[in-house]
């Protein structure tokens, strides 16, 4: 056998192997149809994955990227609503997992778009997944480096034609992850809308001892009181099903209440997925008595 035959087999097991670790969800790739939230705010992602435009007189944001393959999905959904792609002059994440950054290099080179990160996920982002405290070994879970033109800091504003988001860090799914706030005016009232990163304690996932992550713990109670603290009205996520977003979908009707107009959902998500975490905690640090 060939060295280069050789080569070749190893390449595939490493591909495959790797992405028997980092599974996409059947609903990552369904397509989902692109509609309008409330105000600027429309959604062009998938059935799994969320990704937002954000639409201004002086060209648009997006929000995620996504998985690479995503990318002419997203920008189907953009021109299905009836707006240019290459209108796209500045992108964000919710964090840097491949599964909502992955197609950020290549919706830079389509739209020349800026791409502003949160500090603390900057360094993983522009080495294309290595150096996560999770999944900084596994080729599943890596993606194409991509530059990161603007380094975001707690609290940094994002404007754009007259549109400002302000970027929240709420740290312990990745060590930037980024909740966005903003102020949508729609039908004479103002609402506002909270873009939650992800609060979510994966599979695996070391709260105590975390020799990679020391600060993961605190860090996570940290981000609920960010996330507690924050007046929601209309509330997103990273991940559609965070929200219920296929449900709120289907209760949408011309002329009456806007579905995706829930601060009593936001706080019940939040307390839930805080008391998750907090048995989480309890479990790991009783184990290691």
Known sequence: MSKIFRFLIFMVLLVFSGRALAQEAPDWTNPFPPY????????VGSQGLASYLIVTPQGNILINSNLEKSVPMIRESVEKLGFKFSDTKILLISHAHWDHCSGSAAIKELTGAKYMVMDADVAEIEAGGKGNFQYGDNPGSRYQPTKVDRVLHDGDEVKLGGTALVAHLTPGHTKGTTTWTMKVA?????????IVGSPNVNAGYKLVNNALYPQIASDYKLMFRVLKSLPCDVFLASHGKFYGMKQKY????????????????????????????????AKQTEAVK
Do not use: C, H, W
């Open 36 to 43: 309008r939230i409330i105000g600027n705010i429309y959604y």
């Open 186 to 194: 729609d039908g004479g009232k103002t609402y506002n809308v909270v």
């Open 250 to 281: 289907a209760r949408m009707k011309e002329g009456q209440a806007n579905p995706f107009i829930d601060p009593e959902g936001y706080k019940s998500y939040i307390a839930e997925r805080e008391q998750s975490f907090l048995a989480e905690l």
